[in-house]
Nanobody, 119 residues
Framework: QVQLVESGGGLVQPGGSLRLSCAAS????????MAWYRQAPGKQREPVAA???????TYVDSVKGRFTISIDNAKNTVYLQMNSLKPEDTADYYC?????????????WGQGTLVTVSS
């Protein structure tokens, strides 16, 4: 099974930057996509960015041009570089991995890390 460990959340001012990290361990060879989601209070969890092992990335429109997702395959770690942060980016951010083997498919979630953008 896969386990995810997140780090990097915190408090930043509007216009500031923050980098989130998510390290995967366990059966990492079964991972084919890693992604970041976020959930604000009273809101549904939404996808933010996703990346495959080849480095192909996709983003939700609200973060395009500001956020960058990247992956280090050797370290089995995915990053989310967040620039030009806005108050509406405030949310719990969750790392997610999508895994598959010959007999099963599974998604694994990190514990969540809080990002607060405020003056």
């Amino acid at each position: 099974q896969v386990q995810l460990v997140e780090s990097g959340g915190g408090l930043v001012q509007p216009g500031g930057s923050l980098r989130l990290s998510c390290a995967a361990s366990g059966s990492t060879s079964t991972i084919y996509v890693m992604a970041w989601y976020r959930q604000a209070p009273g809101k549904q969890r939404e996808p933010v960015a996703a990346i495959n092992r080849g480095g192909e990335a996709t983003y939700v429109d609200s973060v395009k041009g500001r956020f960058t997702i990247s992956i280090d395959n050797a370290k089995n770690t995915v990053y989310l570089q967040m620039n030009s942060l806005k108050p509406e980016d405030t949310a719990d951010y969750y790392c997610n991995s999508k895994t598959a083997s010959v007999s099963r498919y599974a998604e694994v979630w990190g514990q969540g890390t809080l990002v607060t953008v405020s003056s």
